[in-house]
């Protein structure tokens, strides 16, 4: 199922997309049956994450388009904000 980033604009106004950000680091962790993506982008302090049922190749280096909205995960007690992705796409 393709989604255009328009229409999930639409649905939350707390959403972002962004277009051709440079990604500094992919980690890729199992996490029970799913695998956990952690990205980290030229510019950002912030990880972005996403989790899919399989593993990609390596986005390092690679320019991306991505649709995603602020949240927090405590880490040790302590409140971190993190970007939940809801679409990837390389540019």
């Known amino acids: 199922m393709k989604t ?3 229409s999930l604009l639409k649905k939350n106004d707390a959403m972002v997309h ?3 950000l440079k990604v500094k680091s992919h980690v890729q962790r199992n996490d029970e049956e799913w695998v956990q993506h952690t990205l980290m982008i030229e510019g950002y302090d912030v990880p972005f994450r996403f ?3 399989g593993k990609y190749r390596t986005l390092r280096g690679a320019r991306v ?3 995603y909205y602020p949240t927090e995960e405590n880490v040790a007690g302590i409140p971190m904000e993190i970007m939940k992705v809801v679409r990837v796409k390389r540019s």
């Open 18 to 20: 962004s277009d051709a």
């Open 65 to 67: 388009n991505l649709t």
């Open 51 to 53: 989790r899919r049922k």
């Open 4 to 6: 255009d980033p328009e």
